[in-house]
């Protein structure tokens, strides 16, 4: 079986495809054009269910793990479990503000528009921290029988959206995503 966090790595791809689907969308929003609600709102939908309840508490396992006997990017690690606890704050206030902004407020568009440039650069920034040196130093250190540890503590939940199995409230987004 692959270690869980090559599974961790196809997540980020399938969430670097849903961001950019949302900064197609901003742009739209931002050139004052017809923007897809429907999909946004699944897109936003999506990101509480799965990177913030499930991928994130994955890491937050791999991370705690190796943090147990391990001094190597400890910092590193240690903001980025900080990060998780932020992060679906984030999304919390993202939907808020979509919905406040379906209610036509034209400066609630402005402003939901600045803060998804925001949302869209810090769930990016802190993949690339995890790709470009946590995930590759944690790698480096565990072995096969850390990984098998680690998977025994993990309960997996499928992704609704880029999984065998999409949920039928996704399917519309994801030909959206995908294209
Ligand atoms: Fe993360
Ligand atoms: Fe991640």
Same mark, same amino acid.
């Given at each position: 079986?692959?270690?869980?966090?090559?599974?961790?790595?196809?997540?980020?791809?399938?969430?670097?495809? #849903?961001?950019?689907?949302? !900064?197609?969308?901003?742009? @739209?929003?931002?050139?004052? $054009?017809?923007? =897809?609600?429907?999909?946004? &709102?699944?897109?936003?939908?999506?990101?509480?269910?799965?990177?913030?309840?499930?991928?994130?508490?994955?890491?937050?396992?791999?991370?705690?793990?190796? #943090?147990?006997?391990?001094? !190597?990017?400890?910092?590193? @690690?240690?903001?980025?479990? $900080?990060?998780? =606890?932020?992060?679906?704050? &984030?999304?919390?206030?993202?939907?808020?503000?979509?919905?406040?902004?379906?209610?036509?407020?034209?400066?609630?568009?402005?402003?939901?528009?600045?803060? #998804?440039?925001?949302?869209?650069?810090?769930?990016?920034?802190?993949?690339?921290?995890?790709?470009?040196?946590?995930?590759?130093?944690?790698?480096?250190?565990?072995?096969?029988?850390?990984?098998?540890?680690?998977?025994?503590?993990?309960?997996?939940?499928?992704?609704?959206?880029?999984?065998?199995?999409?949920?039928?409230?996704?399917?519309?987004?994801?030909?959206?995503?995908?294209?």
């Amino acid at each position: 079986m692959k270690p869980i966090i090559d599974k961790l790595h196809d997540d980020h791809i399938n969430f670097i495809k #849903l961001l950019e689907f949302l !900064e197609t969308q901003k742009n @739209l929003l931002k050139s004052c $054009q017809q923007i =897809d609600i429907e999909s946004i &709102l699944d897109a936003i939908q999506y990101m509480k269910e799965y990177p913030d309840l499930v991928h994130h508490p994955l890491e937050n396992v791999v991370f705690k793990y190796f #943090l147990a006997d391990h001094d !190597e990017v400890c910092d590193e @690690l240690k903001a980025l479990l $900080q990060e998780h =606890d932020e992060l679906p704050v &984030l999304t919390d206030k993202l939907m808020e503000m979509l919905q406040s902004a379906l209610a036509a407020v034209p400066q609630k568009r402005e402003e939901l528009c600045r803060y #998804l440039e925001e949302y869209i650069v810090i769930q990016k920034e802190h993949m690339n921290k995890e790709e470009s040196l946590a995930y590759p130093t944690i790698k480096s250190v565990l072995n096969d029988h850390d990984w098998e540890n680690i998977s025994s503590e993990l309960e997996f939940i499928k992704d609704p959206l880029f999984g065998n199995n999409v949920k039928k409230s996704y399917q519309a987004l994801l030909q959206k995503v995908i294209g």
